[in-house]
């Protein structure tokens, strides 16, 4: 992911302002980021930036995996999504990369690189079905870093 020196700035301002009392937002290490793939399957680059320079983050919902969670999501989205014969929805097709507070996944569609909320209380059996919450990965995290960083505006 290309970032100008602009968007950087607005990344580690909204960072700095990301409440996280127990610090689990950190950059990640190459090594572990590294281990993941090795064990499921390769990161996409703009998530594997961003993971690598900034770490997750969770500035407003949805918020996106820190490694750690990622490594406690992404084997129960492969048991629940892997041997469903009915749904066009698996690893092949989406990879779980956030949250929301409703259980809901937020996934990048590997053939768009589109940004879609894979439902926990709805069956979906088609990537078409899905609702699209962003055109990019960047458009996902700029959008989430000026919403963190306006919320922060407001409390003080």
């Known amino acids: 992911m290309e970032l100008t020196k602009a968007e ?4 580690r301002k909204a960072y ?10 950190h950059p990640e290490s190459e090594k572990d980021i590294s281990e993941f793939e090795n064990k499921f399957e ?3 680059s703009e998530y594997r ?3 690598k320079e900034f770490g997750g983050c969770h500035f407003v919902d949805p918020w996106i995996f820190t490694l750690e969670e990622l490594g406690c999501v992404y084997p129960a989205f ?17 990879f ?14 590997k053939e768009t690189d589109k940004i879609v909320v894979l439902p926990h209380d709805v069956y979906v059996t088609s990537v078409d079905d899905l609702e699209i919450i962003a055109e990019s990965f960047k458009e996902l995290v700029f959008g989430l870093a000026e919403q963190g960083i306006e919320l922060d505006n407001q409390i003080k």
């Open 42 to 44: 390769p990161i996409s």
């Open 49 to 51: 930036y961003l993971l």
């Open 16 to 25: 700095s302002v990301m409440a996280d009392t127990h610090s689990k937002y």
């Open 78 to 94: 492969i048991a629940n999504y892997s041997d469903d014969e009915e749904s066009n929805i698996s690893n092949n097709t989406v």
């Open 96 to 109: 779980p990369i956030g949250g929301l507070g409703d259980g809901s996944l937020v996934c990048i569609l």
């Open 8 to 11: 950087i700035k607005l990344l």
